[in-house]
T-cell receptor
């Protein structure tokens, strides 16, 4: 089925380094949502982007939605150990979300 | 957090036994979902509901059934559990009244089938 491809699958960074994960779709998206799941926890909704070219910030996290609404990115500035977890950008099929494997971020202190 | 309660939180049972997981919400949201999460597979949708007695299949529905007789409760049943159904199960609700709105998740049920 349709899905959003996310890269990378895994990323190790040193604490203080920046991190970016990318989501790409072959079709135009109505919106894109981002979720974070800490190890042993449940997914937590972070943000929803709706408009072409939209950029939103949450403290050290910057979310972008591409001009063609086919891609999105999450950038974390100066990672901290609290950023550890898996980040998802599921495909929104209208009534349901299709989650891929996400990007697992590991931060070395 | 969005008033979602999953029960039980942990369960160990034997192959061939029936198992029912419950998801309870306190905010009358229309859409409710059941996912399973396994290492290397991310979250996979099992079934979802868009209202009382209105349900539909997800990506991995074989071996599972659901029921929603009240807005607040969404039940997931494994009629005859198999070891391949050992997993972490998450319930979620879609806030905002539409299925494409952000989802809030319960804490999960860790199910082990021996």
């Amino acid at each position: 089925g349709q899905q959003v491809m996310q890269i990378p699958q895994y990323q190790h960074v040193q604490e203080g380094e920046d991190f970016t994960t990318y989501c790409n779709s072959s079709t135009t998206l109505s919106n894109i949502q981002w979720y974070k799941q800490r190890p042993g926890g449940h997914p937590v909704f972070l943000i929803q982007l709706v408009k072409s070219g939209e950029v939103k910030k949450q403290k050290r996290l910057t979310f972008q939605f591409g001009e063609a609404k086919k891609n999105s990115s999450l950038h974390i500035t100066a990672t901290q150990t609290t950023d550890v977890g898996t980040y998802f950008c599921p495909y929104n099929a209208g009534n349901m979300l299709t989650f891929g494997g996400g990007t697992r971020l590991m931060v070395k202190p | 957090d969005a008033g979602i309660t999953q029960s039980p939180r942990h369960k160990v049972t034997e192959t061939g036994t029936p198992v029912t997981l419950r998801c309870h919400q306190t905010e009358n949201h229309r859409y409710m979902y059941w996912y399973r999460q396994d290492p290397g597979h991310g979250l996979r949708l099992i079934h979802y509901s868009y209202g009382v007695k209105d349900t539909d299949k997800g990506e991995v529905s074989d071996g599972y059934s659901v029921s929603r007789s009240k807005t607040e409760d969404f039940l997931l049943t494994l009629e005859s559990a198999t070891s391949s159904q050992t997993s972490v199960y998450f319930c979620a609700i879609s806030v905002g009244g539409q299925g494409d709105q952000p989802q809030h998740f319960g804490d999960g049920t860790r199910l082990s089938i021996l």
